[in-house]
């Protein structure tokens, strides 16, 4: 494929991804889950979490096509792509859970989407080893992200707690694949800059 077809295909996906017109493959974990009743207090808190948790797959899905563009080998491009639509199944799920609660993703998702493709492409030119290893410490910071979630979320809203669960599975396996490929760990230094940004990150999109 030529850089002008790369190039409008990247367009068309961040379209997609920023849109919310993403497709899941698999069933929604919800989709047989009774609805329970929340108060506006608990509707707004559950709304909240599930935009950072929106927020985290619009992310996904910029670092993945980011790390899988430039990826030297083309079985851990192969990796990253997979990886990749699986997490768009979290998109999905949870764009249409946020429309449930009556509530909207982030205002500020092409900025998060841009931020997290330049990241993931700086972590892909560092060698496929550390981008290996960026994935493992992601996913394993929003695996730990995820659990804090099926804690925090009212125990009323089944629903999102059944798509959180789901979620937090597949990022472990997500980050178990990329340490069977050969993952460089990432070191303290850094492993402290990501917990930073993403801290930034989620105490924005919960409001915004």
């Given at each position: 494929m030529v850089?002008?077809?790369r190039l409008i295909q990247h367009f068309d996906s961040a379209l997609r991804v920023m849109s919310g017109v993403s497709v899941a493959e698999r069933p929604n974990p919800a989709a047989k889950v009774a609805e329970g009743e929340l108060d506006s207090a608990k509707r707004r808190h559950s709304a909240g979490l599930m935009r950072v948790n929106h927020v985290g797959?619009?992310?996904a899905q910029a670092l993945y096509q980011a790390q899988a563009q430039f990826a030297r080998s083309e079985a851990i491009k192969q990796q990253f792509l997979l990886a990749g639509r699986e997490e768009e199944d979290h998109l999905a799920w949870t764009a249409e859970r946020l429309r449930e609660l009556g509530s909207r993703p982030s205002l500020l998702n092409p900025l998060w989407y841009a931020g997290a493709y330049a990241l993931g492409a700086v972590a892909a030119t560092l060698g496929d080893a550390r981008s290996l290893g960026f994935v493992v410490e992601t996913e394993r910071q929003v695996e730990a992200h995820l659990n804090q979630h099926l804690d925090s979320l009212p125990p009323q809203d089944a629903k999102s707690l059944a798509i959180v669960a789901q979620m937090s599975a597949d990022e472990a396996a997500h980050g178990a694949a990329a340490q069977a490929?050969?993952?460089?760990?990432?070191?303290?230094?850094?492993?402290?800059g990501m917990q930073a940004m993403s801290k930034v990150m989620t105490s924005t999109a919960y409001y915004l």
């Open positions: 850089f002008s077809d797959e619009v992310c490929l050969g993952a460089q760990i990432v070191s303290p230094l850094a492993q402290k």
